[in-house]
């Protein structure tokens, strides 16, 4: 049931065991209407810990734990803290994300409208050197700061606010449907949900340390992608062989002029840091290319899991304050 002092429920999924001490946390705790909000911390246990560490997580009125058992996904733990948000609306935001002051307050104005998903606007929480502007670009580049107030074609998955009313007018598709709109960021448009961007709803995504992770995340990301959309859809051994030639010769150009669409909708494009950043932009773009590639011709064969670990546990990097 919904408490009716709770306007706001921040979703957040993490396997850190010291979450509820990091500087996410502390922004989250910080919001300007943090009395009329929640932080549900859905927790994956990497081991075992005393009753102790548990006990010195799990306070403040407006910050519930839910622990997960292991072999769990991402997916499940993303439904699992929906199904427990008491606030109208609910926001998902990664735990390596820090929102600024007023993130939740301007949530809160641009669902006013009903059937509307709405995306933050995103800056780089990462040290700023060329890797890190690079991943920044290729991760967040389409939705960075400035970003244009209005209605969007994508939004990333990860990152997302819903009503959640709207969300439960799906639940005659509750086992395929809502699993989709949380994973794919393009479905909530097909079930007559509009996507719509919030700029001054504004996060500062923190990048994996190390750009091995980064690699495998895009990789098994689009094995997934590719995978999942290929038995969603039922596809044709022709139409999935189609696809794959096509997907590594085109998608990664096409990413790449997106975000120099979006950039030139700003009133003063970084394009010298852009132009610097394409060549390593390209590559990410190119390995996920790749991954989708073999899925649409193998399927995921269960990396979903592996890529699971990597957004859970990988090192991230934030800027030294």
Same mark, same amino acid.
């Given at each position: 049931?919904? *408490? ?53 997580? =799990? ?64 800056? #780089? ?11 920044? /670009? ?5 939705? #960075? ?24 007018? %799906? ?5 395929? @449907? ?6 794919? &960021? ?9 996507? /719509? ?15 091995? *992770?980064?690699?495998?995340?895009? /990789? ?5 992608? @590719? =995978? =999942? ?20 010769? /085109? ?15 700003? %009133?003063?494009? &970084? ?16 390995? @996920? =290319? ?32």
């Amino acid at each position: 049931m919904t *408490d009716k002092r709770l306007v706001l429920s921040a979703i957040v999924i993490t396997g850190n065991e010291k979450f509820t001490r990091s500087e996410s946390a502390e922004a989250l705790k910080s919001q300007s209407i943090a009395d009329e909000m929640e932080i549900i911390i859905v927790k994956f246990q990497s081991s075992a810990k005393s009753s102790e560490a548990e006990a010195e997580t =799990a306070t403040g009125p407006f910050i519930r734990e839910i622990r997960m058992e292991k072999g769990q996904t991402l997916i499940e733990a993303r439904l699992t803290g929906l199904r427990q948000a008491r606030g109208a609306i609910v926001a998902f935001i990664e735990d390596h994300c820090v929102p600024d002051p007023d993130w939740a307050e301007w949530l809160i104005e641009a669902h006013r409208k009903p059937n509307r998903a709405i995306g933050y606007a995103f800056t #780089s929480g990462s040290p700023d050197t060329l890797l890190y502007r690079s991943i920044f /670009f290729a991760e967040y580049g389409l939705w #960075s700061h400035p970003a244009v107030e209005g209605p969007i074609k994508i939004l990333p998955g990860n990152n997302i606010s819903y009503r959640k009313k709207d969300l439960w007018a %799906l639940r005659k598709i509750y086992n395929t @449907g809502l699993k989709e709109i949380l994973f794919f &960021p393009e479905k909530p448009q097909q079930y007559g949900l509009k996507l /719509f961007m919030e700029p001054k709803a504004k996060v500062a995504h923190q990048s994996c340390k190390y750009l091995k *992770d980064v690699y495998l995340a895009h /990789f098994y990301f689009g094995r997934v992608l @590719g =995978a =999942a959309r290929a038995k969603g859809g039922q596809w044709s051994n022709t139409r999935r062989t189609l696809y794959a030639m096509s997907v590594p010769l /085109f998608v990664p150009t096409l990413q790449v002029y997106r975000i120099c669409l979006h950039l030139r909708k700003q %009133l003063r494009p &970084p394009w010298t840091f852009f132009l610097t950043s394409i060549p390593l932009v390209f590559c990410l773009f190119q390995v @996920g =290319a790749f991954g989708e590639f073999l899925g649409y011709i193998l399927g995921s064969c269960s990396v979903e899991r592996t890529l699971d670990k990597i957004e859970i546990h990988a090192p991230r990097i934030g800027l030294k304050r």
